[in-house]
């Protein structure tokens, strides 16, 4: 099946992710079935063979991040694709990913928590895992499409951010979009950024503390997830392991205006802004327009690149509003990354918080800014 660009397609948003990455030039998928992931495994299983690469299912979620990075090395695009539990098990191997600086991309469609909690249901509850999940210092990028265009773009530019940045790039939907199937225009390659060339060692090289290199071309190579010197061969100075910490956290954190995206509607002369991400996003559009119609300046802001946070944009958008009103299916995480970057005390937030595995509805987020918006009359 070849997918022109420009083609209209109906597509789920768990298929949206198998094609894209396909398009991205993904030719190893290895994981484990997961509901509400397991489409994304379904799909590439009759696929990748199609285009001349390999998926594999592995024993458990463990193995099949290690299999993800075993491919990498080997030279190729590697993706997997996960929720909750299989997310949590596979954070040692992240974690190895991140230090030894190998290029992949995990999808994590997020389902209701803790344990096995709800299957079938959706959350966001898995965003402050996906950043701190794995111990040690590190940084991490982890993008929040919504819409069938932007799950399609994203997962190209996660393709693109993982070779640039030499890092594991973190995808985070939920049961929502992943089941959800919608009519849209597949991209140009003008529309998304480009598709990093794995040859282009010479510019890899800037942003990893090793030489990066895939095997099978002639070179020496030392894998480890020890510290290591600028070789790859383990070290235990602490000149070379502080200079290699700094560089996996300052690598992505000296570029996150770059790397962020966000969307903004009705925001430049809002008194109360909702601040959101994924599919929350669509009941907040909803609210505010019903919020308008009632006379009420209400706005939103929705994060497409959660990590890294960008703190400034938000602590400007919050300087401009007088109260924020945060729709999130979890207990408050993103609310408390608003609360840490805002400077101005006197701000509200409102958070309205659902986790019993039901959408929020725009119900609720108008009830809120309704609440918000007589505190500040």
């Keep these: ?4 660009e420009k083609e209209r397609a109906f597509w789920s948003g768990n298929e949206i992710v198998a094609e894209a990455a396909l398009r991205a030039g993904c030719t190893f998928f ?4 997961i509901t509400p992931s397991s489409e994304i495994a379904a799909h590439l299983s009759l696929r990748l063979p199609q285009v001349g690469g390999v998926f594999i299912q592995m024993e458990d979620e463990i193995a099949a991040m290690g299999a993800v990075i075993g491919a990498s090395l080997a030279g190729v695009k590697a993706l997997t694709a996960t929720s909750g539990p299989g997310f949590s098990l596979k954070q040692e191997n ?3 990913a991140i230090q030894a600086e190998i290029p992949c991309v995990i999808v994590n469609v997020q389902r209701g928590g803790p344990s096995t909690g709800l299957p079938t249901a959706p959350a966001q509850s898995d965003i402050m895992q996906a950043r701190w999940g794995t111990h040690g210092d590190h940084s991490i990028i982890c993008l929040t499409p919504l819409y069938p265009r932007e799950v399609y773009s994203e997962i190209i530019r996660a393709f693109h951010l993982s070779e640039l940045y030499r890092t594991p790039v973190i995808v985070m939907i939920d049961e929502i979009i992943a089941h959800t199937t919608e009519s849209f225009e597949i991209p140009a390659d003008d529309e998304f950024d480009p598709v990093k060339v794995r040859s282009d060692y010479e510019e890899a090289r800037v942003n990893s ?3 990066f290199y895939d095997f099978y071309q002639g070179k020496h190579l030392h894998i480890t997830g020890l510290t290591h010197t600028e070789e ?5 100075n602490p000149e070379i392991a502080q200079r290699g910490i700094e560089h996996l956290v300052y690598k992505i954190l000296d570029h996150q205006p770059e790397l962020e995206r966000n969307e903004e509607y009705l925001l430049d002369d809002a008194d109360i802004a909702v601040v959101t991400f994924g599919s929350p996003g669509r009941a907040s559009v909803e609210a505010i327009n019903q919020a308008r119609a009632k006379g009420i300046k209400a706005g939103m802001f929705r994060l497409l690149t959660f990590w890294p946070f960008p703190v400034e944009t938000v602590r400007n958008m919050v300087d401009q509003v007088k109260s924020c009103v945060v729709p999130e299916m979890n207990m408050g995480m993103l609310r408390l990354e608003v609360e840490k970057s805002a400077m101005r005390r006197d701000v509200k937030l409102y958070g ?12 609720l987020i108008l009830n809120a800014i309704e609440e918000a918006h007589s505190h500040v009359v």
């Design 209 to 211: 503390f090793r030489p």
């Design 1 to 4: 099946m070849k997918i022109r």
């Design 30 to 33: 290895g994981g484990y079935p």
């Design 232 to 236: 790859g061969f383990p070290t235990t």
């Design 94 to 96: 992240i974690g190895f």
């Design 352 to 363: 309205v918080n659902v986790v019993g595995g039901i959408p929020i509805e725009p119900q």
